[in-house]
């Protein structure tokens, strides 16, 4: 059974950082996309991040220079370092993953929104 499980959020300051980890279980697919999503109330989940397991990157424009992703293999985590936190960036932050084939080019990743599994979400509150 595939779980993911994100913990890191809380409340930070404006301009403060916060670093959110995902870690990964039962996943057995070796080629595929991670992806942190992030939904506010009344609005629209968005993409912030992906990387491949090539680890190849690809950011939202609003998060660009802000946000880092990066995982460790070693320990099945995936992480999203962020900085320069606004208020606008305060929302329920989303791990998810998805597999690829492998003849599938890992390019899928920048672009795709629709993934297989997902975590519980963990809460970013920005005070001004």
């Known amino acids: 059974q595939v779980q993911l499980m994100e913990s890191g959020g809380g409340s930070v300051q404006a301009g403060g950082p916060l670093r959110l980890s995902c870690v990964v279980s039962?996943?057995?697919?070796?080629?595929?996309?991670m992806g942190w999503f992030r939904q506010a109330s009344g609005k629209e989940r968005e993409k912030v991040a992906s990387?491949?397991?090539?680890?190849?990157?690809n950011y939202a424009d609003s998060v660009n220079g802000r946000f880092t992703i990066s995982q460790d293999n070693a320990k099945n985590t995936v992480y999203l370092q962020m900085a320069s936190l606004n208020p606008e960036d305060a929302a329920m932050y989303y791990c998810?993953?998805?597999?690829?084939?492998?003849?599938?080019?890992?390019?899928?990743?920048?672009?795709?929104?629709?993934?297989?599994?997902w975590g519980r979400g963990t809460q970013v509150t920005v005070s001004s």
């Open positions: 998810a993953a998805h597999p690829l084939a492998a003849w599938s080019s890992l390019n899928l990743c920048r672009d795709r929104k629709e993934y297989t599994y």
């Open positions: 039962g996943y057995p697919y070796s080629r595929g996309c």
């Open positions: 990387i491949d397991s090539s680890g190849g990157t």
